[in-house]
């Protein structure tokens, strides 16, 4: 069974910075390409980026590129996601999720296309 825990969530203002933290259980994390999705209130879920099992393809939404940063470190089975000049519309619930198979441009913001997910961590920016 596999379990991805988020942290790093919280309360900043416009301009600030977070890291976002993805734990997982089981033993074949290093075998998986990971997503970072958000959720705002009563909008539908984004992906915010994704990242492949070897660390060399990376791909973000148009909104969070130049700010966020996607890194994992398969030691610690663990995925990061540095979140840099916070903005008001950055607030939302971020999730981390397995990818189940490749990592394509094509696809990779597709939301069914992973099978296991966290429970989220909270993200609020004030302005």
């Known amino acids: 069974q596999v379990q991805l825990v988020e942290s790093g969530g919280g309360l900043v203002q416009a301009g600030d910075s977070l890291r976002l933290s993805c734990a997982a259980s089981g033993r074949t994390f290093s075998s998986y390409a990971m997503g970072w999705f958000r959720q705002a209130p009563g909008k539908e879920r984004e992906a915010v980026a994704a990242m492949s099992w070897t660390a060399t393809n990376t791909y973000y939404a148009d909104s969070v590129k130049g700010r966020f940063t996607i890194s994992r470190d398969n030691a610690k089975k663990t995925v990061y996601l540095q979140m840099n000049s916070l903005k008001p519309e950055d607030t939302a619930v971020y999730y981390c999720?397995?990818?189940?198979?490749?990592?394509?441009?094509?696809?990779?913001?597709?939301?069914?296309?992973?099978?296991?997910w966290g429970q989220g961590t909270q993200v609020t920016v004030s302005s």
């Open positions: 999720a397995r990818r189940a198979g490749g990592l394509y441009s094509s696809s990779w913001h597709l939301g069914d296309n992973y099978d296991y």
